[in-house]
Nanobody, 121 residues
Framework: QVQLVESGGGLVQPGGSLKLSCSAS????????MGWYRQTPDFLRHLVAV???????TYGDSAKGRFAISRDNAQNMIYLHMNNLKPDDAALYYC???????????????WGQGVQVRVSS
């Protein structure tokens, strides 16, 4: 029943910036992890950034130093600030949330529908 809706994608020139947003239908404080993955034309999904419930952020190698993940608990939203974009950053970006059950092995993954990011001059 969890719904995630991304926005903010589009076309930018190399070196430009974009801010992606993901709105959740439920309180984001109930999720153990929240973040962003991107899917390249080979349909593989790569970690971009994830923030855990305790506020720790993890970035994929390609995102380090250029991207930043943030959250707004009151608005049930997370964001991805992308700076100095490169052509290799072009992809379909997915919002991702994870919720844990009672058991440590019970994990539930939720995905948005994706938002396209294009980087071209």
């Amino acid at each position: 029943q969890v719904q995630l809706v991304e926005s903010g994608g589009g076309l930018v020139q190399p070196g430009g910036s974009l801010k992606l947003s993901c709105s959740a239908s439920e309180s984001i404080t109930t999720f153990s992890a929240m973040g962003w993955y991107r899917q390249t034309p080979d349909f593989l999904r790569h970690l971009v950034a994830v923030i855990t419930s305790n506020g720790r952020a993890t970035y994929g190698d390609s995102a380090k130093g250029r991207f930043a993940i943030s959250r707004d608990n009151a608005q049930n939203m997370i964001y991805l600030h992308m700076n100095n974009l490169k052509p290799d950053d072009a992809a379909l970006y997915y919002c991702y949330f994870q919720r844990r059950g009672v058991s440590d092995e019970d994990k539930y993954d939720y995905w948005g529908q994706g938002v396209q990011v294009r980087v071209s001059s």
